[in-house]
C-alpha cells in the first residue's frame, strides 16, 4: 500500500474505499507493515471473503484482541474453530431474530431512563452500561426483568 493509500485510508475512508474499488474490484488483498489484509467494499466482496476457505485467514489484530476477549474468543480464533463458532452465532444474528430484539431493547430503554427527571444531572454511561447488561441477559441468557423474579 503507498503512502498516499495509507494516508486516504486514516483521513478519507469513503475516498479510499471508491478508489481501491475502482482500481481493484469488491475485494483486494494488500500488504502493510509485513501483514495481509484483505478489504471488502462491497456486499459481494463481503460474501466472497466470508465464503472462502477459511484456513487462509488469520484473526485481525489477533494479540490485542485476545488481551481483550480471551483466548476463546470468536474475534481471536481462526480456521475450522472460527468457523465452528461463527456457526453458532449466526441463527441469533439473521434478520428476523433482530426484528424482536428492538420491542426488547426499547423496554429496557425506557425502565432505565423512566425515573429521570427534568433538570437532573445523569450519569449517561451508568446508565448505558445497565441498558447492555439488561439486554444481554434478556436476549442471550433468557432472563426476565428483576422485578418479575422477586
Known amino acids: 500500500m503507498s503512502l498516499r493509500d495509507r494516508w486516504l485510508l486514516v483521513s478519507q475512508p469513503r475516498t479510499f474505499a471508491v478508489r481501491m474499488r475502482e482500481r481493484h474490484g469488491d475485494a483486494v488483498r494488500m500488504q502493510f ?13 463481503a460474501r466472497q471473503v466470508l465464503s472462502a476457505d477459511p484456513a487462509g485467514y488469520d484473526a485481525f489484530w489477533k ?25 453458532l452465532l ?5 434478520g428476523r431474530s433482530f426484528r424482536g430484539y428492538g420491542d426488547t ?12 427527571q427534568p433538570g437532573q444531572t445523569v450519569h449517561t454511561l451508568q446508565t448505558t452500561l445497565a441498558i447492555s447488561l439488561d439486554v444481554i441477559m434478556r436476549l ?3 432472563a426476565g426483568d428483576a422485578r418479575d423474579e422477586e
Do not use: K, M, N
Not at 63 to 73: C, D
Not at 105 to 116: F, K
Open 90 to 94: 449466526l441463527p441469533a444474528f439473521h
Open 140 to 142: 442471550v441468557f433468557g
Open 63 to 87: 494479540r490485542g484482541f485476545t488481551g481483550l476477549a480471551g483466548t476463546g474468543s470468536l474475534w481471536v480464533l481462526d480456521g475450522e474453530a472460527h468457523r465452528r463458532e461463527r456457526q
Open 33 to 45: 507493515r509485513g501483514e495481509v489484509f484483505v478489504f471488502a467494499f462491497t456486499s459481494a466482496g
Open 105 to 116: 431493547i426499547r423496554e429496557v430503554t425506557r425502565l432505565q431512563t423512566s425515573h429521570w
